[in-house]
Nanobody, 124 residues
Framework: QVQLVESGGGLVQAGGSLRLSCAASGRTFSRYPMGWFRQAPGKEREFVAGINWSGGSTYYADSVKGRFTISRDNAKNTGYLQMSSLTPEDTAIYYC?????????????????WGQGTQVTVSS
């Protein structure tokens, strides 16, 4: 009942910024927390950030804390990930996810709905 589509990925220089969007087609999205995950070549998918259903609480992986900001606009059925001070280590496919879980859940198994991902490449 929730379909997610990421957009906004691309190529950016180290130190630059990029904003990713996650458009949801199901209205259930507004009742669920949302998470952002990323997966680099040859690595496991890892948690990046989470936000509760209302947008009032957020949770970040240590690797992105202070650089990334997660937000959502339930009126637009859209979630966002604002990324700044990007480094080549941030290069990955970024996925948004949602489901009846906690916004602090960092385990991919805890999410029922996933987007197709958007590629982020940071050059040095």
């Amino acid at each position: 009942q929730v379909q997610l589509v990421e957009s906004g990925g691309g190529l950016v220089q180290a130190g630059g910024s990029l904003r990713l969007s996650c458009a949801a087609s199901g209205r259930t999205f507004s009742r669920y927390p949302m998470g952002w995950f990323r997966q680099a070549p040859g690595k496991e998918r890892e948690f990046v950030a989470g936000i509760n259903w209302s947008g009032g609480s957020t949770y970040y992986a240590d690797s992105v804390k202070g650089r990334f900001t997660i937000s959502r606009d339930n009126a637009k059925n859209t979630g966002y990930l604002q990324m700044s001070s990007l480094t080549p280590e941030d290069t990955a496919i970024y996925y948004c996810a949602s489901g009846p879980t906690s916004y602090t859940n960092y385990d991919v198994a805890g999410y029922d709905y996933w987007g197709q991902g958007t590629q982020v490449t940071v050059s040095s």
